[in-house]
């Protein structure tokens, strides 16, 4: 008895899901705008005031920007093609956007990258072998009284590195009577010397990958530096080591840049908030580091310090002087 009845609804269940099916489909085209919302919309070509950073380097037509080569996650050299990856080249990328218009893709054939180790970055600035440095680059005080920093656009903390399974180094001043490796020219080495003036330092190097080398064959027993710089390392060897998660420090990333251009200092610190508010710093996180496993966090304040006012005005940084 019923059968007819059922066969009869069939068809039109059939007719009302392709009904709403194609209506699910035609109406998608009010929420168009979730297309190109991450897709990487063009930005147009701005214009600045003529005599500014900005309209000159657009009128050079490329950017020459100091990042490290062999730090993964934050600006490592890609030997297949050649090209510098991670989050720092991604700030960049961003900052490059803004001057020269166009997508990050375009953006990026603008820059031309530059290998910068810690202690050349304030030279290399002074001497304008660089339009700007991005490079895991700390704020403070005494760089402050010889370059300028835009951001912070990233916090750090200086942690230890040790093989995996080691369990004697628990917290810094467990480095005293230790071999330990840092760099060069970094704020890591200055405060590893404070906070643990028994430690052994003898075996440092100019980069970071030279002292994980070290750390592997056994020339020393721990490496300290910023965490994220050693979760890269991790990262790149799994298994092989260890963070002691005990940081001891805060390291402000800033975009370091010639001392006194205070326009140019203030367009990088409205680029870098725009990135915080649009997703673009965000997607620069994930796309790099948050391919670790890292959550991307939220964006650190920037800090428009008055030029000139550097020495004892900053409450940028806990790290000590580095000369
Ligand atoms: N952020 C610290 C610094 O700027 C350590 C990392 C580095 O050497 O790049 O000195």
Do not use: H
């Not at 760099?183 to 643990?196: F, L, M, P, R, Y």
């Not at 990333?253 to 205070?262: N, T, V």
């Amino acid at each position: 008895m019923n059968r007819p009845t059922t066969r009869g609804r069939w068809p039109l269940a059939a007719l009302l899901l392709i009904l709403a099916l194609i209506a699910g489909a035609c109406g998608g085209d009010d929420d168009e705008p979730t297309v190109g919302a991450n897709a990487e919309p063009p930005a147009t070509k701005p214009t600045f005031p003529q005599g500014t950073a900005m309209a000159a380097l657009q009128t050079k037509g490329k950017l020459t920007v100091g990042t490290k080569f062999d730090q993964p996650l934050f600006g490592l050299k890609n030997p297949v093609t050649n090209k510098v990856e991670g989050f720092d080249v991604e700030i960049a990328k961003i900052v490059a956007q803004a001057i020269f218009g166009g997508t990050l893709a375009e953006a990026e054939s603008k820059i031309e990258f530059v290998e910068t180790v810690s202690a050349n970055r304030e030279p290399f600035i002074q001497e304008g072998k660089v339009d700007m440095v991005v490079a895991t680059y700390t704020i403070n005080n005494a760089r402050k009284e010889r370059v300028d920093f835009a951001g912070p656009y990233y916090i750090a903390g200086q942690d230890i590195l040790v093989k995996s399974g080691d369990t004697s180094i628990k917290s810094v001043t467990d480095l005293n009577g230790k071999k330990v490796c840092s760099v060069t020219g970094s704020t890591s080495i200055n405060n590893v010397k404070e906070k643990a003036p028994q430690s052994d330092i003898s075996t440092s190097f100019g980069t970071y990958s030279l002292c994980v080398e070290a750390l592997a064959d056994g020339r020393v027993q721990a490496v300290t530096t910023d965490d994220i710089i050693l979760l890269g390392f991790i990262a790149d060897n799994p298994g092989k080591y260890q963070l002691v998660k005990a940081p001891f420090t805060t390291e402000n990333y800033g975009i370091g840049m010639k001392r006194g251009d205070d326009a140019f200092r203030t367009f990088i610190n409205d680029t870098l908030e725009k990135s915080y508010g649009n997703g673009a710093w965000k997607k620069a996180f994930e796309d790099t580091v948050g391919k670790s496993g890292q959550q991307a966090p939220q964006p650190p304040k920037v800090d428009r310090y008055t030029a000139g006012a550097a020495a004892g005005s900053s409450t940028t940084t806990t790290s000590t002087t580095v000369r």
